[in-house]
């Protein structure tokens, strides 16, 4: 059974950091690309970043560009979303999710069940 589980959301002031994780199983974790999607309060779905399977490839909506980094360790079956220079519009529910396979515009198979993060002051 496929099971992903995110963690590491919490309160943080605007300026400030946080490291998103999602654990991985069920799958062979380094076949697959990964994905991180966000839901604000009250708006749509958001797609924010992606990372194929080996690592050697990743991608960004504009809106966080510089700001945040995505990464995995195939070992441990995790990824990762490490969120700097946090903005108020970036609270939302983190959701991890699994590719059907390894290319970049495939769809998406598996869900979290999210992690809040909130940017306020």
């Known amino acids: 059974e496929v099971q992903l589980v995110e963690s590491g959301g919490g309160l943080v002031q605007p300026g400030g950091s946080l490291r998103l994780s999602c654990a991985a199983s069920?799958?062979?974790?380094?076949?697959?690309?990964m994905t991180w999607v966000r839901q604000a309060p009250g708006k749509g779905l958001e797609w924010v970043s992606l990372?194929?399977?080996?690592?050697?490839?990743?991608t960004f909506v504009d809106s966080v560009k510089g700001r945040f980094t995505i990464s995995r360790d195939n070992a441990k079956n995790t990824l990762y979303l490490q969120m700097n220079s946090l903005k108020v519009e970036d609270t939302a529910v983190y959701y991890c999710?699994?590719?059907?396979?390894?290319?970049?515009?495939?769809?998406?198979?598996?869900w979290g069940k999210g992690t809040l993060a909130t940017v306020s002051s």
């Open positions: 990372i194929n399977g080996g690592s050697d490839s990743t």
């Open positions: 999710a699994k590719s059907v396979d390894n290319s970049w515009d495939s769809a998406l198979d598996y």
């Open positions: 069920g799958f062979t974790f380094s076949d697959y690309a």
